[in-house]
């Protein structure tokens, strides 16, 4: 089992000043451990990252609404997500894990609390492609809900798994640009296949996670065209967040003021910043 590091324990205030209703649209709570115990099966054990320290870094960074994204260190123990949603006063919505032990008094519990949608994990450090029984069941128990999926997989796995992809009915969400690596050109086929992708009208991507595509390392400038090109190509269906606390990020950790000050690079316009930080999250998690 792998721990992985804390994040920058300094958030600065970003040059950018975010928009009244900003959503930072993928972010996690871990713990308390002692109140919230971790996955015994987990891949990784982060440090604690409650709740608290998360609203504290919003705080800073101008962020008004969140997108809690439920991680596989806590497997299908959902609690800490919906206790950080609870004592929200609403600016937070979650993404469940969950599996074919749900029921339907379960789902109607984590939509109460806030849930909107399930995220499975193909990544190979997290245990790779997930059991396509599981998987298609709970499409079925997701969709009449409204819910979508999250998925989060290898920019190698991209081409593969288009085909599983195209075949959904429902909104889909590829977390942090499908981790493309900003080394290999906007010309990989990882890339091409995700913008082919981006043509379907169920298909959303987050904008996020330039820590993980850069291959240059701080400021993480080389992930923006990539970033840029998933904007124009859907600038309805694109999503931004911090990603915060930033779990198995690898060399560098992040400052979060930094992330920010990266959203008018990705999206120069005022009415595309609009949609990204605003009006896509804001129809997307049912904020009206």
């Not at 996670?209 to 923006?224: H, K, L, M, T, W």
């Not at 992330?259 to 804001?282: G, Q, S």
Request: include cysteine; hydrophobic fraction near 45%; glycine fraction near 8%.
């Amino acid at each position: 089992m792998n721990s992985c590091k804390a994040p920058d324990p300094e958030p600065r205030a970003p040059r950018f000043s975010m928009p009244p209703l900003a959503c930072d649209a993928h972010c996690h709570v871990f713990g308390p451990a002692a109140r919230f115990p971790y996955a015994p099966g987990r891949a990784y054990t982060p440090p604690d990252a409650p709740k608290e320290r998360l609203s504290a870094v919003h705080e800073i960074l101008g962020v008004q609404r969140a997108v809690i994204v439920q991680a596989s260190c806590h497997g299908t123990d959902n609690r800490a997500m919906l206790d950080a949603i609870a004592t929200s006063s609403g600016r937070y919505r979650g993404i469940a894990i969950v599996d074919g032990s749900f029921t339907e008094k379960d789902y109607a519990a984590l939509h109460e609390g806030g849930v909107r949608g399930a995220r499975f994990n193909f990544v190979k450090h997290l245990g790779g492609t997930p059991d396509l029984n599981v998987f298609n069941h709970v499409l079925q128990r997701i969709q009449p809900l409204g819910w979508h999926l999250v998925v989060h997989l290898d920019a190698a796995d991209i081409v593969e798994l288009s085909g599983l992809l195209r075949a959904l009915s429902l909104p889909f969400v590829i977390d942090h640009m499908g981790r493309v690596n900003a080394g290999a050109g906007l010309e990989q086929e990882s890339f091409r296949a995700l913008l082919e992708l981006m043509k379907l009208g169920n298909c959303w991507v987050k904008v996020c996670g330039a820590e993980r595509v850069s291959a240059a390392g701080p400021p993480f400038v080389d992930a923006i065209p990539f970033a840029q090109a998933l904007v124009d190509a859907a600038p309805d269906r694109v999503l931004w967040g911090t990603d915060w606390p930033h779990p198995n990020v690898g060399p560098h950790m992040p400052n979060d003021g930094d992330l920010v000050d990266l959203v008018p690079l990705i999206a120069p316009d005022e009415a595309l910043r609009r949609k990204l930080l605003i009006h896509n999250p804001a129809r997307l998690y049912d904020w009206g």
